[in-house]
Nanobody
Framework: VQLVESGGGSVQAGGSLRLACTTS????????LGWFRQAPGKEPEGVAA????????YYADSVKGRFTISQDNAKNTVYLQMDSLKPEDTAMYYC????????????????????WGQGTQVTVS
């Protein structure tokens, strides 16, 4: 299973970025895909997740109202639109997929996910 992230970069506070996570149709369809981030010296944080089958979305309180997760079924891609970015959003962002289903872990828990991308850096100054 391969998850390929793109779209990271550097932006000034208040700006926007859109991250993309592309995977195979089998991984994308009717599964949960999530975005996580980890800043240096900090624990990983679940940012947003989407269940592509319905779709339902889930957000961390720290990003509600600023970030939007969405999907493109034709491209097997999940996006994370990040607006009103703050310096504290600076981190490596990872895409993850839960292909096992029926997990007891919350949608924003890293323990739910069994596949991970390589990450893309987001820097807000």
């Amino acid at each position: 299973v391969q998850l390929v992230e793109s779209g990271g970069g550097s932006v000034q506070a208040g700006g926007s970025l859109r991250l993309a996570c592309t995977t195979s149709k089998d991984t994308f369809k009717d599964n949960c895909l999530g975005w996580f981030r980890q800043a240096p010296g900090k624990e990983p944080e679940g940012v947003a997740a989407i269940y592509t089958g319905e779709p339902n979305t889930y957000y961390a309180d720290s990003v509600k109202g600023r970030f939007t997760i969405s999907q493109d079924n034709a491209k097997n891609t999940v996006y994370l639109q990040m607006d009103s970015l703050k310096p504290e959003d600076t981190a490596m962002y990872y895409c993850a997929a839960d292909t096992r289903g029926r997990s007891v872990f919350p949608f924003l828990s890293s323990r739910r996910y069994n596949y991970w991308g390589q990450g893309t850096q987001v820097t807000v100054s």
